[in-house]
């Protein structure tokens, strides 16, 4: 139905991973007492980006068929 | 409701919450110049694939209060609160999926309510859509008042504009998109949720030392509850006996009255999942909605019932993290899903959380508002009121049905602050004319000789049995009145909720007996009517050259064995 779920589900990863791993690089250690030490922005934005990605490259292939 | 602390958002959870807000806008608009025909706007066209529909399926079903109720359940009854997923939804979801869809989306009704008047006759329709439609105004109102008072105490937010705001969103993307926005967003809020909860949960995991260690200290709260050591972590062992276990019910009660009668009269005959089935691009894309729906639904109480149970073993084990308290010292279950965001998530996971925890609140209430929209047009607008009534006019209604359904449902909400025990009371009337409901579908799908007059009569039969049952039982502990015995006590149940599937069990019985019986003795329709209505009036769906995961029945067969070997896995 003319628009691709795909690609709205992929943008919003991207973006969500990028704000989130970019906030992750930039804040300061402290902030990690809550989450156990662990940057969990850092990696939880990286893992968001993969997924976005996965999806918007799956709509482009799809596209390109 | 009163909490110890606030939670501080900082700029980037703002940005991470509205960039949420602006998708689901968007998506509603992008879909609008879509929207030509009342189809468009109440079926999507029946154009959308199996993948989607089947996220949507699920994700309908995940209001918000459905999670934090989960999270709850996982608090106080630990493992044995997945019996909701293994034994009610996932068997259930095949059922609908291998033998219900065909006559469903076969028949080309447009609503549950429509294939009723089809196969049965005008007066069980009726009853059928005015109930549901009431339902879902009041289930979207109470559904927005707990968002209204959970970001009031949680963020200290205005409790008119937390849901003035929120309805506002999704009224604005179902006017634009009609069902097909719903949906999208649906299965987008869904990949959200998952995205916002997994990290919570492995910081918990985490936190309190992994599975085993989880074992251990649930195993002391066990103890000291009275029940034996794995009590909070089997799902069957000690289901024996209902004093042996938390939930305070025996297996028999489970299987019959949780796994048979209430889980399949929802998910089988609920409109608000059915209606996202029906909207598949093909018969074949119906049926595996509720298939591809199940496989997530089976993993989903690591992600939704595993936060109790960790949120209990640490309160419990005097860590930093502590579940707040009632006035009378009871623990605040609901809250255990915020506490966990509170607690362990840092400024950026936490707007992502709050986002999750937003999106499962928006995917409930659009779920009740599209079936309310389509259920009010189709089956009472144009079905009573206007029944000449133009496509375009009929595009018109739903729109507008939106628009007053969410204003109904914004005065339900402001109604529950008021008034709450009519809430309450309202609930309960629903409870019992949807008990019996899954009878009445059984018997009209797989019995040609089932009639309308003994489906209505079953109904009303069903619902009264309900409500009598309700009405002679007590759970342990209770005083009579909206917990039951206001007709006096002829039996008393070890808790509510066995005093619930003691309640679905006599309703379906009723129902079931006197449908048979009345249907006995009124004159059946003749078969050319029941045609694709009726199991043995309806050629079987064509699907030989399709790949094996792809056909409905043995995709289902693989789903059931997963499920069981859960079952057996967490024994």
């Not at chain 2, 106080?76 to 999926?97: C, D, E, I, N, Q």
Request: charged share 10%; hydrophobic share 55%; with cysteine.
């Amino acid at each position: 139905m003319g628009l691709d779920l795909r690609l709205p589900i992929g943008l919003i990863f991207v973006v969500y991973g990028i704000l989130l791993a970019a906030f992750g690089l930039l804040s300061d250690a402290s902030l990690y007492r809550r989450s156990l030490g662990v940057n969990i922005n850092l990696i939880w934005g990286c893992v968001l980006l993969v997924i976005g990605l996965f999806f918007l490259y799956s709509a482009r292939r799809e596209k390109a068929r | 409701m009163s909490l110890m602390f606030r939670i501080e958002l900082s700029l980037v959870d703002w940005l991470i919450l509205l960039v949420y807000l602006a998708f689901v806008t968007t998506i509603g608009y992008l879909l609008k110049r879509h929207m030509k025909t009342s189809e468009d706007f109440f079926l999507s066209a029946r154009s959308i694939p199996a993948w989607i529909t089947g996220l949507a399926f699920l994700s309908a079903n995940l209001g918000a209060q459905e999670v934090m109720g989960m999270a709850a359940s996982g608090a106080k009854y630990g493992l044995a609160t997945s019996h909701f997923y293994w034994v009610g939804a996932v068997p259930a979801m095949v059922f609908v999926g291998v033998f219900m869809m065909p006559f469903y989306y076969g028949s080309r009704a447009r609503s549950v309510p429509e294939y009723l008047k089809l196969r049965f006759d005008e007066k069980t329709r009726g009853f059928n859509a005015v109930s549901f439609a009431a339902m879902t105004v009041f289930s979207s109102g109470i559904s927005l008042y707990a968002m209204g008072i959970l970001l009031t105490a949680l963020l200290g937010w205005n409790f008119h504009a937390s849901i003035l705001l929120s309805a506002f969103f999704v009224l604005a993307y179902i006017f634009l998109g009609g069902l097909t926005s719903a949906i999208y967003n649906e299965v987008l809020q869904f990949f959200l949720i998952v995205a916002g909860f997994f990290p919570l949960v492995f910081l918990g995991l985490k936190d309190v030392g992994g599975w085993s260690a989880l074992a251990e200290r649930l195993g002391n709260v066990a103890v000291s509850q009275g029940y034996a050591p794995g009590a909070f972590t089997s799902s069957w062992r000690y289901l024996d006996d209902p004093a042996h276990n938390p939930m305070g019910v025996e297996w028999f009660a489970m299987l019959m009255g949780l796994g048979f009668v209430l889980s399949f009269g929802y998910w089988c005959t609920d409109f608000l999942v059915v209606q996202r089935a029906m909207a598949a691009r093909s018969m074949s894309a119906a049926r595996r909605t509720p298939l591809i729906a199940a496989i997530p639904k089976m993993l989903f109480p690591a992600l939704v019932i595993l936060p109790g149970m960790i949120a209990m073993a640490l309160t419990a084990s005097g860590s930093n993290f502590q579940l707040p308290r009632k006035e009378d010292g009871s623990y605040h279950y609901d809250m255990v899903i915020p506490m966990l965001l509170a607690h362990y998530f840092p400024a950026g996971m936490l707007g992502l959380g709050l986002t999750a925890l937003l999106a499962s609140f928006m995917s409930g209430m659009a779920g009740n508002v599209t079936a309310f929209n389509t259920v009010w047009t189709y089956d009472i607008y144009q079905a009573y009121i206007r029944r000449q009534a133009s496509d375009s006019h009929l595009l018109w209604m739903g729109r507008m049905a939106t628009v007053f359904g969410m204003g109904a449902a914004l005065l339900a909400a402001y109604l529950t602050t008021r008034f709450n025990n009519i809430m309450d009371f309202l609930q309960l009337v629903f409870a019992f004319v949807n008990a019996p409901l899954f009878a009445t579908f059984l018997l009209g799908m797989f019995w040609k000789r089932a009639t309308g007059h003994g489906a209505f009569a079953g109904l009303l039969a069903g619902t009264l049995a309900a409500a009598a049952h309700h009405g002679w039982s007590l759970p342990k502990g209770s005083s009579p009145g909206i917990k039951g015995g206001w007709l006096g006590l002829w039996t008393s149940y070890p808790s509510e909720m066995a005093q619930n599937f003691g309640t679905a069990i006599w309703a379906f019985g009723a129902c079931f007996a006197v449908t048979v019986g009345l249907s006995l003795l009124t004159a059946p329709k003749p078969d050319a009517e029941l045609r694709g209505l009726v199991y043995s009036l309806t050629e079987k769906p064509e699907e030989e050259d399709q790949s094996w995961y792809l056909r409905p029945a043995p995709l289902g067969l693989a789903i059931l064995a997963a499920a069981v070997l859960l079952n057996a896995l967490f024994w």
